[in-house]
């Protein structure tokens, strides 16, 4: 395509090519200090395109595509581009991935163990991922934790951290030097921000992790902790994995591996601090 960038985020390589200069431009300057694919050679390609010659000029709208597609996909407008192209790559990571088991959830790491949290979409899994970074914990990612079936480790996926809403004034509180994208007003999932990762989680991006405990976190809740059966986390984490069913017997070994070795907490909170405070009791307790 007439523009082009490509860019590794953990163990995975991304090209993405577009019609349109902006949203390069944009991936080139949050994701600047990222590294290469390893050889040059991406895992995955990702298209940003004009479905129709005049939707690049007229009322311009992003179609998303690439090694992987969801043809009922809706595009997005041109100011949303950025979105889009992150979309792009997560959707090459969801229907693609076969190497790791894909867990929907945020990750973060102290002293090589691993702390994963899974939650439907608002549950804060991604604000409280980054309000622990900046207290010191390595930021793994916010939208996929990679579990290794050989290994049982899981690799960091840090992309860049996806802000939402009320999200996104904590985080700038949290990390006021932290480099951000643009604001999107009015996406599908309302008002968006994208943050870049700080410098450790990118330089230790190669580095696993020993899952040590896995979060069911609820935000909007009085302070609350509960443990979650074996058996209820095992059902809530194949529906937190987009490739479980892919993986057949692999992603079955891998997923009960996780739940028999690692406890599972639901941790109700009502704001960031109370979060923090939960998660370190139960992180002291382990």
Do not use: C
């Not at 009922?72 to 581009?81: C, I, N, S, V």
């Not at 930021?139 to 996104?168: Q, V, W, Y």
């Not at 450790?200 to 580095?207: E, F, S, T, Y």
């Amino acid at each position: 395509m007439k523009h082009a960038f490509s860019v590794r985020i953990g163990p995975v390589g991304f090209r993405i090519g577009s019609d349109w200069r902006a949203p390069i431009a944009a991936l080139e300057t949050l994701y600047r200090d990222y590294p290469q694919p390893h050889d040059g050679i991406p895992d995955f390609t990702v298209r940003l395109f004009a479905r129709r010659p005049w939707r690049r000029f007229i009322r311009p709208s992003v179609e998303i595509g690439g090694d992987y597609m969801l043809p009922e996909a809706a595009p997005l407008p041109l100011r949303q581009g950025l979105l889009a192209a992150e979309m792009a790559m997560n959707l090459q990571m969801a229907l693609g991935a076969r190497r790791y088991l894909l867990l929907h959830a945020s990750a973060v790491e102290r002293d090589g163990r691993a702390l994963l949290m899974t939650g439907i979409s608002g549950a804060g899994k991604s604000t409280l991922a980054t309000l622990l970074a900046a207290k010191g914990w390595r930021f793994m990612g916010d939208e996929f934790a990679l579990l290794d079936p050989a290994t049982g480790l899981i690799h960091a996926f840090p992309r860049l951290i996806s802000l939402k809403n009320d999200a996104i004034a904590a985080a700038e509180a949290a990390w006021p030097d932290a480099r951000m994208g643009p604001l999107l007003p009015a996406t599908p999932k309302g008002d968006i921000r994208h943050m870049v990762p700080d410098a450790r989680a990118i330089a230790l991006m190669d580095m696993p992790a020993t899952p040590a405990l896995l979060l069911f976190p609820r935000y909007g809740f009085e302070a609350e902790t509960r443990p979650v059966p074996p058996a209820e986390a095992f059902v809530r984490m194949t529906q937190a994995s987009t490739n479980y069913v892919a993986l057949g017997e692999a992603g079955f070994r891998a997923l009960t591996g996780l739940i028999a070795d690692v406890p599972s907490v639901a941790v109700d909170y009502p704001d960031g601090a109370s979060a923090i405070d939960q998660v370190e009791a139960l992180w002291s307790a382990l």
